[in-house]
C-alpha cells in the first residue's frame, strides 16, 4: 500500500511540476521532437536543407510541401507509417535497426522501476510521433 501511495504521490508532483513549466514556458513538444529527431536532415524549418543533407545520398524531403503534394490534404496515417517505421523510408534506415527505439524521458529514469513504465514502452514512442505529426501538420504551406 505505500509503494503505491508513494508511485502515485510521484506521478501527481511530476504532473504538476511539468504543468507548471509547461505554463511558463510554452513549450511545443512537437517543434523540440522534431528539432531533436528530424532537423539534421530535414533541417530547423522542415524544408530539406539540415546541417548534413549534403552528405547524404539521397536529399531529404521538404516537409513544408506535404499537403501540397497531395491534393491539400495532411495524411496523418501515411506520414504516421513512415515516421515509426511501418512504410520503409530508404533513406531512415533498416528494420534492422529501427529509427524509433524504446523511449523513456530522462527526467524519467530515476522513477522509471517504481513507476513501472516498461509494461507499454511504445506510449512514449506514439506520443513523440502524435507531436512531431502535429508539427508538420502546423507548418505546411499554404
Avoid at 495524411?75 to 517505421?85: F, H, V
Avoid at 534492422?96 to 523511449?103: K, Q
Wanted: glycine fraction near 8%; charge should be positive.
Amino acid at each position: 500500500m505505500t509503494k503505491n501511495a508513494i508511485k502515485w504521490l510521484m506521478i501527481a508532483n511530476i504532473t504538476v511540476g511539468l504543468n507548471a513549466v509547461a505554463s511558463a514556458q510554452d513549450i511545443d513538444i512537437g517543434k523540440s521532437e522534431f528539432q531533436s529527431s528530424c532537423a539534421s536532415c530535414h533541417g530547423v524549418d522542415g524544408k530539406g536543407k539540415g546541417p548534413v543533407s549534403d552528405q547524404l545520398k539521397v536529399a531529404p524531403t521538404d516537409l513544408t510541401i506535404i499537403a501540397k503534394k497531395n491534393n491539400g490534404v495532411f495524411p496523418i496515417s501515411a506520414l504516421y507509417e513512415t515516421i515509426d517505421g511501418r512504410k520503409a523510408v530508404a533513406a531512415h534506415g533498416t528494420r534492422e535497426m529501427p529509427v524509433w527505439g524504446a523511449f523513456i524521458p530522462k527526467f524519467l529514469y530515476p522513477y522509471e522501476r517504481l513507476l513501472n513504465f516498461t509494461h507499454d514502452p511504445e506510449y512514449y514512442m506514439r506520443t513523440r510521433i502524435l507531436a512531431i505529426v502535429d508539427y508538420l501538420n502546423r507548418i505546411q504551406e499554404k
